[in-house]
């Protein structure tokens, strides 16, 4: 795409988004120069749809400022960083984020940007793309470029925010010198703060192509300034005659991004819960290098990595702020990933199956996916017949959640039921006898009240398991 169409490609966009227009309306109104830059020129360079409004305005900054906050409704938030004063107007369609860059020019706020292609601007007044720095010419050789030397020394996060462009643009590469300058900089990434480093990985995990994206992370030396804790990784055997544990944790990402007949792919489809399964396989094994035992036989064993891994992924999710609720998922299926392969290699017993997609819920569709992508991003012998035993149980185990959720939600007796009937005392063992009522209803041998008590009568005939009151 040439400056022409992209300039035409953007006042189509303007005239049809109100907010834009608003915008223009407001430069017009007051004689301000204002364009339209970053994301939202580039991904209609790329004809990709944008959501962005992030503008810079070089001329008649405060009346623009006030003419926008009185037609908005809002005056907005003002806020300092590296040097730079950014106006912020919250609307329904979205942030705005203005630049005010009078004093420094466009060319200098352009020249401040990551990569040249988030450096080219729109003036939406003149209607008319500027682009000084070859950002167009770089799209088009599917290049990422850094403006400067100094670009990622000015924001160690743009290390990392280079690598998420490769999650994100598919088939782009970085260039020769910007790579250089980026694995110069990348340990001052452990300054930065953890929320950018969570935001940044969210995004990467949200590409088209996040392996590529990770992939980068490790051959640009990010990994060990970001998240130490997965540095161990690297070397650490997955298994006989298998990759290493970081490649395979790498593939099982590729896995979820390029095989569209996995089973319950198509299910986990939203831009939040794809990041948060590559999130989940990412850390699923983090506790292999610290659970490996080396059998007589030199088989590698990892016996409890799942619980261990759970533990420590709380603990690394937990430094990087994740909210209580998102970490209580991830941390859950980290727990429960082995669960579907157990079961498999188990023959699919029924009372098991029916078990697990009760107890993963809303959160059984991402469980299978990644059980999916574990399997398949193994490697190793013998893999083939195990594929086809875990996807019979992958495939089958949404069908019986399914017929779960069509019983009734109410139990057929209640706790204190149980007590009035038996003369026990409260305790697990009440908790154990309900689980029992219940996998009984399941299996479709009790479904009235009357039918439970004489099922709890029939077990509770039974010697109680040792480590339980009476």
Not at 36 to 48: H, I, N
Not at 53 to 75: F, M, Q, Y
Request: hydrophobic residues 40%.
């Amino acid at each position: 795409m040439n400056r022409e169409r992209l300039a035409t490609s953007l006042r189509t966009r303007v005239a049809c988004e109100p907010l834009l227009q608003l915008l223009r309306e407001c430069a017009v109104d007051t004689g301000a120069t204002l364009y339209l830059v970053g994301g939202s020129v580039r991904d209609a360079a790329l004809r990709r749809r944008c959501q962005d409004a992030d503008l810079t305005v070089v001329r008649h900054a405060a009346p623009l400022v006030d003419e926008i906050s009185r037609r908005l409704g809002t005056r907005g938030f003002r806020f300092h960083k590296r040097g730079v004063t950014t106006w912020r107007f919250a609307t329904p369609s979205g942030d705005v984020d203005l630049v005010d860059a009078v004093r420094c020019g466009l060319e200098h706020d352009l020249r401040r940007r990551e990569l040249t292609i988030n450096a080219m601007a729109y003036d939406l007044v003149e209607q008319n793309v500027v682009d000084p720095l070859g950002g167009l010419k770089d799209l088009r050789a599917k290049r990422l470029r850094a403006p400067g030397a100094d670009t990622f020394r000015e924001d160690p996060a743009r290390c990392l925010r280079a690598a998420r462009f490769l999650a994100e643009l598919p088939g782009f590469r970085i260039e020769r010198d910007t790579r250089r300058w980026l694995i110069r900089e990348a340990p001052r990434l452990r300054r930065v703060a953890v929320e950018r480093i969570r935001e940044e990985l969210s995004k990467l995990f949200g590409g088209i192509r996040p392996h590529d994206g990770l992939a980068a992370v490790h051959e640009w030396g990010l990994l060990d300034p970001l998240l130490p804790e997965l540095s161990p990784l690297h070397g650490c055997a997955a298994g006989r005659d298998r990759t290493d544990v970081w490649r395979h944790t790498v593939k099982t990402i590729e896995m979820s991004a390029t095989r569209p007949r996995l089973p319950s792919f198509g299910t986990v489809r939203d831009r939040d819960e794809l990041p948060l399964l590559r999130w989940t396989l990412f850390l699923h094994d983090m506790a292999k290098p610290t659970t490996l035992v080396v059998e007589p036989s030199g088989k590698p064993t990892f016996h409890g990595h799942e619980e261990r891994g759970a533990a420590m992924a709380d603990a690394l999710l937990k430094r990087l702020r994740f909210e209580s609720h998102t970490r209580r998922r991830i941390t859950q299926l980290i727990r429960w990933h082995l669960r579907p392969g157990h079961l498999a290699d188990a023959g699919a017993p029924a009372r098991g199956m029916r078990r697990l997609a009760r107890d993963a819920g809303d959160d059984l569709p991402l469980l299978c996916l990644h059980a999916a992508c574990d399997a398949q991003g193994s490697g190793g012998s013998g893999d083939a017949a195990r594929w086809r035993r875990m996807s019979r149980v992958l495939r089958t185990l949404p069908e019986i959640q399914s017929k779960l959720r069509a019983l009734p939600d109410t139990p057929l007796l209640s706790g204190a039921d149980v007590i009035r009937a038996t003369g026990l005392t409260p305790g697990p063992r009440i908790g154990e006898l309900l689980r029992k009522i219940a996998e009984a209803r399941d299996d479709g041998r009790v479904s009235t009240r009357r039918q439970a008590l004489a099922y709890l009568e029939e077990v509770t005939r039974s010697p109680a398991p040792s480590g339980t009151s009476s």
